[in-house]
């Protein structure tokens, strides 16, 4: 089955500055590869997304870029502020829409 | 807000227990998916359920099973509840058609295994 792993666990950023988060894949049949963000005691949200036809994709500050050669895909978040602070999970779905698969989160503590 | 929701918020159990946990999908949406959320953790993907039908699963076993209802709620029941068991217990629905991937959360129930 899939496996995704998610670096890193934890990054610390000053106001105004970017952060990356990186994750990667095993199975290169994975074709959506979605973004969540996650507060504390509420549910996950969806950030942005692509699709494994598409290299990068922007929205505002947020962008995803995704390498399918090497199988892996990165989070980049832009002129960061503190209520960019959560945790943020990547995931896969299988080619089949029937099964996901999320990192381990990584939690990003924007100071201001 | 999604429309998802999850009943009930929390609940404690014991040891050996059962439980059913119970997840209304947003209107429209067919397409119903479980997940276990350990503290600290990312969500496990446990099953999905497409119209009434299991229609994939993860790598949990047998005393996790669900039902998928005509109106699209879902429930998840565990049998033999383990102290692993305490997590945060996520569904998420998706709609039909080209966006099918896109899974909106409900808030999750939290389930305290004693």
């Known amino acids: 089955g899939e496996n995704v792993e998610q670096h890193p666990s934890t990054l610390s950023v000053q106001e105004g500055d970017s952060a990356v988060i990186k994750c990667t894949y095993s199975?290169?049949?994975?074709?959506?590869f979605p973004w969540y963000k996650q507060e504390l005691g509420k549910r996950p949200q969806l950030i942005i997304d692509i699709r494994s036809n598409v290299g990068e994709k922007k929205d505002q500050r947020i962008a995803v870029t995704l390498n399918k050669t090497a199988k892996h895909f990165s989070l980049h978040i832009t002129e960061t502020q503190p209520e960019d602070s959560a945790v943020y999970f990547c995931?896969?779905?299988?080619?089949?829409?029937?099964?996901?698969?999320f990192g381990s989160g990584t939690k990003l503590n924007v100071k201001p | 807000e999604t429309g998802v929701t999850q009943s009930p918020t929390h609940l404690i159990k014991t040891r050996g227990q059962q439980v059913t946990l119970r997840c209304s999908s947003q209107?429209?949406?067919?397409?119903v998916s479980w997940y276990q959320q350990a503290l600290g953790q990312g969500p496990q993907f446990i099953f999905q359920y497409y119209r009434e039908e299991e229609n994939g699963r993860g790598n949990f076993p047998p005393r996790f099973s669900g039902l998928q209802f005509p109106n699209y709620s879902s429930e998840l029941n565990v049998n033999a509840l383990e102290l692993d068991d305490s997590a945060l217990y996520l569904c998420?629905?998706?709609?039909?058609?080209?966006?099918?991937?896109?899974?909106?959360f409900g808030p999750g129930t939290r389930l305290l295994v004693l």
């Open positions: 995931a896969a779905m299988s080619d089949n829409f029937n099964k996901f698969y």
């Open positions: 209107s429209g949406h067919n397409t």
């Open positions: 199975d290169s049949a994975s074709n959506y």
């Open positions: 998420a629905s998706s709609l039909p058609g080209l966006r099918a991937e896109t899974q909106y």
